[in-house]
């Protein structure tokens, strides 16, 4: 299905104002609710508490971060006692990173504050509109989960 152009347009603006505006209200609530946790290491967190407990380089290539990048924020969350290392069987070398209690606890009570403040936002909306918007971002977000997907020079898609 060919989508015209001034849609596309309108659209990539419109997630562009969503994504910075998002970006900055998360950043200011997680320093507000636990000024010790960086916007990027709440990603990680939250990552952990929605994939369960992964491998380091899992966690990078998932979210496209280099591997030192996530090391090093492993490190301190680490330090913090948010998260915990568990062994892999049949392999001494590597472990898996996983999420303690308090991590589990931290991550439910921003996602609380969030909740709380898109509940403030919404709050002139229609509930069936909410609904609306709450599915075709799961769609939308479905579509970004899937193979990569690159344009070439004229808009084509390349897989890759």
């Known amino acids: 299905m060919m989508?015209?152009?001034?849609?596309?347009?309108?659209?990539?603006?419109?997630?562009?104002?969503?994504?910075?505006?998002?970006?900055?209200?998360s950043g200011r609530l997680g320093r507000e609710t636990y000024p010790d946790l960086t916007a990027?290491?709440?990603?990680?967190?939250?990552?952990?508490?929605?994939?369960?407990r992964h491998r380091p380089t899992e966690i990078a290539e998932h979210m496209g971060i280099a591997s030192p990048v996530v090391s090093r924020r492993l490190q301190l969350l680490e330090t913090l006692g948010?998260?915990?290392?568990?062994?892999?069987?049949n392999d001494a070398r590597a472990y898996l990173v996983g999420l303690t209690d308090e991590g589990r606890?931290?991550?439910?009570?921003?996602?609380?504050?969030r909740g709380r403040r898109l509940e403030a936002l919404l709050a002139s909306w229609p509930e069936h509109d909410v609904r609306t918007l709450a599915e075709l971002l799961a769609k939308f977000n479905g579509s970004a989960a899937g193979p990569a997907r690159h344009c070439d020079a004229t808009g084509g898609d390349v897989r890759g």
């Open 3 to 25: 989508i015209p152009g001034e849609t596309i347009a309108d659209l990539e603006r419109e997630v562009a104002v969503f994504v910075r505006h998002e970006h900055a209200a």
């Open 40 to 52: 990027a290491a709440y990603g990680l967190l939250a990552h952990l508490a929605d994939r369960g």
């Open 82 to 89: 948010l998260i915990e290392r568990f062994p892999v069987p």
């Open 105 to 113: 606890r931290r991550v439910a009570e921003v996602q609380d504050v």
